[in-house]
């Protein structure tokens, strides 16, 4: 795996997205993983060796993706779950949802993108393993990737709201992160 060391400043964001995303998502896997479930496609050997909220900033940073990404992702994680009442998030299968469907969030939403070996190398996975991830994932979504602006706009003020109380700038937070070497 390469290790992406930081070369560039830290991007800026106009809003704390990554942190209301990265709060609602920790929040699904407290209540995800009170339940059973069977091994997924997306299960690692072993738990990523860094928080969800470390691997969203590390994405955020590398894959140079739109802040609306984010909130796709968000979307389509939420539609993963609700559309297979079976499946749960956990400790070893968050990491690659997340990659998962912000690499498909890119790939809908933003003009300009890498390809599957770059995210695949951000992310920590090898890329046949992300181009069988993706597959999964939309046959679980059934192809639904379109969001209705007004869902969009919940989304991101529902995210927004849930953080409101607790400010916090991403690019500050970005820079206390030391550059790893992501394994997932």
């Known amino acids: 795996m390469t290790s992406f060391k930081q070369t560039t400043p830290i ?7 990554i942190v209301h995303v990265g709060r609602a998502l920790n929040r699904l896997l ?12 997306f299960d690692s050997i072993v738990p990523c060796n860094i928080s969800i909220f470390e691997y969203l900033l590390h994405l955020w940073q590398y894959t140079e993706c739109s802040n609306e990404c984010f909130v ?14 079976i499946f749960r998030l956990t400790n070893k299968n968050i990491h690659r949802i997340v990659l998962t469907s912000l690499v498909l969030a890119i790939k809908y939403q933003d ?10 190398r951000i ?5 046949n ?10 046959d679980l979504l059934g192809c639904n990737f379109f969001v209705r602006p007004d869902v969009y706009e919940e989304y991101r003020r ?8 607790n400010p916090v700038s991403v690019a500050k937070l970005a820079a206390t992160v030391q550059p790893v070497q992501v394994a997932c």
Not at 11 to 17: G, I, L, N, Y
Request: aromatic share 10%; net charge negative.
């Open 72 to 85: 796709l992702s968000a979307i389509y994680i939420d539609r993963l779950v609700r559309k297979n009442p």
């Open 158 to 165: 529902e995210l927004a709201q849930a953080t409101e109380k």
């Open 111 to 120: 003009d300009h993108y890498y390809g599957n070996d770059v995210f695949a």
């Open 30 to 41: 407290r209540v995800s993983t009170k339940k059973q479930q069977a091994a997924s496609v």
């Open 129 to 138: 393993e992300l181009r069988f991830l993706e597959l999964e994932f939309v």
């Open 11 to 17: 991007r800026a964001t106009e809003d704390a997205v």
């Open 123 to 127: 992310g920590g996975i090898g890329v």
